[in-house]
């Protein structure tokens, strides 16, 4: 008690300001001022970068450097168990605030935004990409490619006729986009598009050999009602129906079998 008997008054305080309130109002203002100038500055529907500063089951809290952290459901970084704290992941800005004030965002946005330009890049570079075929579908397979479901029609899988589909299916696989539909957002791949240039090579090669008179071998691709499709090794021959046999042949199936 000793002590604040000797505090004495600031010479400068201005009491009537204080009593009316002002000059705490301005000092409130500067301290908002220059707290926000510490903030980043961070705009709805962005992509930025954050630090992983807490993790549960059920959630992943974010910080961007913005004035308070976004909470991302722990499902979003399933396909990343080994995600720690310090982990730097990119996010996107939905909501600067919602109705409690929370900063919301989205590592799956942010995944799919970055994706999405990776796709269009490989469009137009004609670049070769990996994807994983996910599973089969109606007239081909699921693809998933930088995150993106694409569909790879069954025609686009090889240049010889696809059988049996699901031995595909959980095999990593290389692929060219062909076809991207910007309204809808779908991406089609092909596999077969990167070995048809190999073939086509390879074929005027193997035409250039042939002579007439040539006994070669080759193997059974595919069966008609008016012939059989051989493989000479990269170019396709047709035996026709009466050049199976000497007798009559009413149905190819009856002398030859695929493969």
Not at 53 to 82: C, H, L, T, W
Not at 112 to 130: H, P, T
Not at 159 to 170: A, L, T
Not at 187 to 195: D, E, G, M, Y
């Amino acid at each position: 008690m000793s002590d604040l008997k000797n505090v004495q008054p600031l010479a400068d305080f201005n009491w009537d300001e204080f009593e009316n309130g002002s000059s705490l109002e301005v000092s409130k203002q500067e301290l908002e001022k220059a707290y926000d100038e510490t903030l980043n500055k961070v705009s709805e529907h962005q992509v930025v970068e954050g630090t992983v500063i807490s993790i549960d089951k059920k959630e992943v809290i974010v910080n961007i450097g913005y004035k308070s952290d976004g909470i991302i459901p722990a499902s979003e970084f399933r396909y990343n168990p080994d995600l720690k704290i310090g982990d730097k992941v990119e996010v996107y800005v939905e909501n600067q605030e919602d109705k409690k004030g929370q900063l919301v965002l989205s590592h799956k946005k942010a995944r799919l935004s970055k994706s999405w330009d990776l796709v269009n890049a490989a469009l137009e570079n004609e670049e070769i990409i990996q994807g994983y075929i996910k599973c089969r579908t109606k007239g081909g397979m699921i693809v998933d490619v930088f995150g993106i479901e694409a569909f790879l029609p069954g025609s686009q899988i090889d240049v010889h006729p696809i059988r049996d589909y699901d031995v595909f299916v959980g095999k990593t696989m290389e692929f060219k986009v062909v076809k991207i539909n910007q309204e809808f957002r779908n991406v089609v791949v092909s596999h077969k598009a990167l070995i048809e240039a190999e073939l086509e090579a390879q074929k005027k090669e193997i035409i250039s050999k042939l002579e007439k008179g040539q006994i070669l071998e080759g193997t059974v691709k595919n069966i008609t009602s008016y012939g059989v499709f051989v493989d000479l090794g990269g170019v396709d021959g047709l035996i026709h129906i009466t050049d199976l046999s000497w007798g009559r042949v009413s149905d190819p199936h009856e002398v030859v079998a695929l493969d």
